[in-house]
């Protein structure tokens, strides 16, 4: 599952606040096919005046896309012209602040179960195989290493430290040569099953970091709570952190 920016996903949930705006997602959302906005309008009981305004705030919000087709299956000249049409850009909206992705966590766990259950294996093999190969198609989607140089992400590889950012780990310079990772997207469930999803969250971040062309052994992996122990993390503080690359021979 590919998700929004976190900073539009906290707009769209924003502009939902308004209630005519919600409704009108609601409706847009649910109808299965691209609608006008006198079929809004109408079934909203809105001005269309009103309709209009709010979809196109909705556009501008980035919740619905617009298509431009003639109805009624004319064509050609005299057949006017094209209407403007609204459709979901999102099924579902969801923000947190801090970020967190539940989500990738139910899904690789499920991935797992299902792979262990097939094969007979033991479920934590499958979970840290599952993580790491999806650490690495979503790093090589969303970019990799052939990813153009961001110059204002921190050390430790640009592309991987992007896709560090956009996944909600916040990674900063560790003065090292290396990134430490100040938000763990899975903070609740790790409070609870600490060395399962630090071990899931490892091999998807070491995953990943192959993706962007990166030695995998860089991201070294440790249960938060012994982290903390040491008086060396911060509540929520995500358990990787990426070591400096090693000097070239």
Known sequence: ????????????????????????????????????????????????????FQLDRLVHDGLLAVEFRKLGGRGGPGSGRPAKLYLAAL??????????????????????????????????????????ARG????????????????????????????????????????????????????RIAEGHTDVVCAMNGAFLAGAAAGCGIDPDRVQALAIKDLRARGTAQPAQCCARIRPQEPGP
Request: proline share 5%.
């Open 1 to 52: 599952m590919t998700r929004a920016p976190w900073n539009r996903r906290i707009a769209a949930v924003a502009s939902l606040r308004d209630e005519n705006r919600r409704k009108l997602f609601d409706f847009v959302a649910s109808a299965g096919c691209a609608v006008s906005r006198d079929d809004a309008a109408g079934a909203l009981g809105l001005p269309r005046s009103t309709a209009s």
């Open 91 to 132: 099924r579902e909206v969801a923000a947190s602040v801090p970020d967190r992705n539940y989500d990738l966590a139910a899904e690789l766990l499920v991935s797992a179960i299902e792979e262990s259950t097939a094969g007979g294996g033991s479920a934590r093999d499958a979970l840290v195989r599952v993580a790491y």
């Open 136 to 187: 690495e198609a979503a790093a090589r989607a969303a970019g990799g290493a052939a990813g153009p140089a961001d110059p204002g992400a921190p050390a430790g590889g640009t592309a991987f430290a992007g896709f560090l950012a956009a996944g909600g780990y916040r990674p900063e310079d560790d003065d090292a040569g290396g990134l430490v990772l100040l938000n763990c997207p899975f903070h």
